[in-house]
């Protein structure tokens, strides 16, 4: 879109009240999605809310791709905010057809800031043929896809989804996540995302930030937070990394394909991705193994050498996790305390890393 | 049959009615918008006062308001201040008075489906670029529909159906105050009981058809 703009998300929020406590002081990337982790009451959706003006947070900042929507002098009403808002309820409007639905938003932006149309909104939810039905005669996720559809028509400068799969079902939820990621592809523009499911926060995020109690513990591209070793604990058995790479090569005779990235490859199950194609692949730290020797008598498929760059204290007096550097891509392993000492595991160690299971996540 | 008084009677009760209902849905609208939204320590006392023609005696409403708008009253010295002179006694002071007496049957039910639609339509009209105007005119009263039918009939049969208040400050004047049910009542003391039963015979009608008309169209718990 316009380059010369400066690009990104500044929002400084303090609020305190009832118990409750928001006190954050972000900065965000301007593109791609940004993932707002954590548990219920860590103050993520407050946060996503007052970024979107619904929460009025007295003396906050915030500043959005250049132009400032709340400070000091300034707060901008929601509705004049360009912003497209899912909601973790599709909420559309039951007396309005979807199309009517689909409209409304966009009549109410001016001709000239219309960016995308009806059409393209349409297509990219692939929501064509429910445009002459009524809200009530939808499924869960097909409001949603809706709902999504419906931010997106107002040329929004900056997408805020709370929670948008929290109310639906597996089934549904793997019906939403590949248009979420065609979102991811082919929108310009940011997108802030809340969640607390660490599997949509690896197949979707590019940055990550963690919030605890109204605080934010880390902010950064999503691959390193992973990797740090003091946030896993709160990730429990969800902790792990995220690669990205490309599929290399498949074996036809054992369903296979080999993902290539920056520290060798890994071999996945074939789910009938094209080679060339961008993949991220998801290694838990429960998963991942540590062996002096590599072993070739083992079922194990993926074994990569790699480096010891730290150890640290898991969720378990009985359990460390280990960070490793494979190629200089980071890994993470949970093993146990006395095999590190087994092991007389030591940060700048050769080892092999043993991958019991990758998981393709888009 | 009915006579020429019996439809006077007639189309002046309908007219009172059908004035008092639109007067109604304007004024009532503010007030259970207000009602419905606020978190003001008044609410309790306004929605208590807007209630308080439901529990008392409708001849205790025509009272007071007789005082008030009488020559000495307060509303009554307003009035004749702008040269409109005093209310008790002609159609609008009726007007009036019916206004109050049916305030709480527009009210509720208005009030009550703007609590139903609840905080996120209107959150979501405004993350979708309407103005609280706009999202009041798009969102609120589209949604608010079958409350709005149901004050609308419930405030009209509510004014067809009064009798003390219009006693208190209309009195009996033909074509200017004398309503159906003041009607019925002077046939009933002249013995006319004929006439009488015509009458009480057509309102008991046009009550179950009203109520028929609303239950049919509005039924509850088949809301979308």
Same mark, same amino acid.
Request: no cysteine; aromatic share 8%; proline share 6%.
């Given at each position: 879109m316009n380059a010369v703009m400066p690009s990104g998300i500044r929002a400084r929020f303090k609020l305190d009240y009832r118990g409750f406590s928001l006190d954050v002081d972000l900065s965000l990337p301007g593109r791609g999605v940004t993932a707002l982790f954590g548990h219920s009451g860590s103050g993520?959706?407050? #946060?996503?809310?007052?970024?979107?003006?619904?929460?009025?947070?007295?003396?906050?900042?915030?500043? &959005?791709?250049? &132009?400032?929507?709340?400070?000091?002098?300034?707060?901008?009403?929601?509705?004049?905010?360009?912003?497209?808002?899912?909601?973790?309820?599709?909420?559309?409007?039951?007396?309005?057809?979807?199309?009517?639905?689909?409209?409304?938003?966009?009549?109410?932006?001016?001709?000239?800031?219309?960016?995308?149309?009806?059409?393209?909104?349409?297509? #990219?939810?692939?929501? !064509?043929?429910l445009l002459d039905r009524m809200p009530d005669k939808l499924s869960g996720g097909e409001k949603q896809r809706v709902a999504i559809a419906r931010a997106l028509a107002t040329s929004p400068r900056i997408l805020l989804m709370d929670e948008p799969l929290a109310a639906l079902d597996l089934q549904r939820k793997q019906e939403i996540l590949p248009y979420l990621e065609?979102?991811?592809?082919?929108?310009?523009?940011?997108?802030?995302?809340?969640?607390?499911?660490?599997?949509?926060?690896?197949?979707? !995020?590019?940055h990550l930030v963690v919030l605890e109690r109204g605080c934010a513990l880390a902010s950064g591209p999503l691959g390193e937070i992973l990797a740090r070793l003091d946030l896993p604990i709160r990730l429990g058995e969800d902790a792990g990394v995220v690669l990205e790479g490309e599929i290399a090569e498949l074996d036809a005779e054992w369903h296979l394909a080999r993902v290539a990235f920056a520290g060798g490859s890994l071999w996945v199950r074939d789910s009938g991705v094209p080679v060339g194609q961008h993949v991220r692949v998801r290694i838990l730290a429960r998963d991942v193994s540590i062996a002096l020797d590599a072993h070739t008598d083992s079922s194990i498929l993926n074994i990569l050498p790699a480096t010891v760059e730290q150890l640290a204290e898991d969720t378990h007096p009985a359990l460390a996790l280990v960070r490793l550097n494979a190629g200089g891509v980071p890994l993470v392993a949970r093993i146990t305390r006395r095999s590190a000492a087994r092991l007389q595991l030591h940060p700048g160690q050769t080892v092999w890393a043993q991958i019991k299971a990758v998981a393709l996540v888009g | 049959m009915l006579g020429e008084t019996d439809l006077a009677a007639i189309v002046l009760t309908l007219k009172l009615a059908s004035v008092t209902t639109l007067l109604l849905l304007l004024i009532g609208t503010p007030i259970a918008w207000w009602l419905a939204r606020t978190r003001s320590a008044w609410k309790g006392a306004i929605g208590a006062v807007v209630a308080l023609p439901i529990v008392l005696p409708p001849t205790v409403i025509g009272f007071y308001l007789l005082v008030a708008m009488g020559p000495n009253g307060p509303v009554g010295q307003l009035t004749q201040s702008l040269g409109l002179g005093v209310l008790p006694f002609t159609?609008?002071?009726?007007?009036?008075?019916? &206004?109050?007496?049916?305030?709480?049957?527009?009210?509720?039910?208005?009030?009550?489906?703007?609590?139903?639609?609840?905080?996120?339509?209107?959150?979501?009209?405004?993350?979708?670029?309407?103005?609280?105007?706009?999202t009041f005119y798009s969102v609120v009263l589209p949604l608010a529909r079958p409350g709005y039918l149901t004050a609308t009939v419930l405030g009209f049969a509510h004014t067809v159906g009064e009798f003390g208040v219009v006693l208190m400050i209309g009195g009996n004047i033909p074509e200017k105050t004398r309503v159906v049910s003041v009607q019925i009542y002077d046939h009933v003391e002249a013995l006319e009981y004929t006439q009488a039963h015509w009458l009480s015979a057509g309102m008991v009608a046009f009550s179950f058809v009203v109520l028929l008309v609303l239950y049919t169209l509005n039924p509850t718990g088949r809301r979308k």
């Open positions: 993520k959706t407050t #946060l996503l809310r007052a970024i979107a003006g619904l929460e009025q947070v007295a003396g906050g900042f915030l500043e &959005v791709n250049g &132009v400032v929507w709340q400070d000091a002098a300034t707060f901008l009403p929601t509705h004049r905010r360009p912003l497209g808002y899912v909601f973790q309820e599709a909420s559309l409007f039951h007396h309005l057809s979807i199309r009517r639905n689909l409209e409304y938003g966009m009549r109410r932006v001016p001709e000239a800031a219309r960016q995308v149309s009806l059409d393209q909104a349409v297509e #990219l939810l692939g929501i !064509a043929p065609r979102l991811h592809d082919e929108l310009d523009i940011p997108v802030l995302y809340v969640s607390h499911a660490p599997d949509e926060v690896a197949r979707l !995020a590019d | 159609f609008a002071g009726l007007v009036v008075a019916s &206004v109050f007496y049916s305030l709480p049957f527009v009210v509720q039910p208005i009030q009550n489906a703007f609590e139903a639609i609840g905080e996120r339509p209107l959150e979501v009209a405004a993350t979708l670029r309407a103005s609280p105007l706009d």
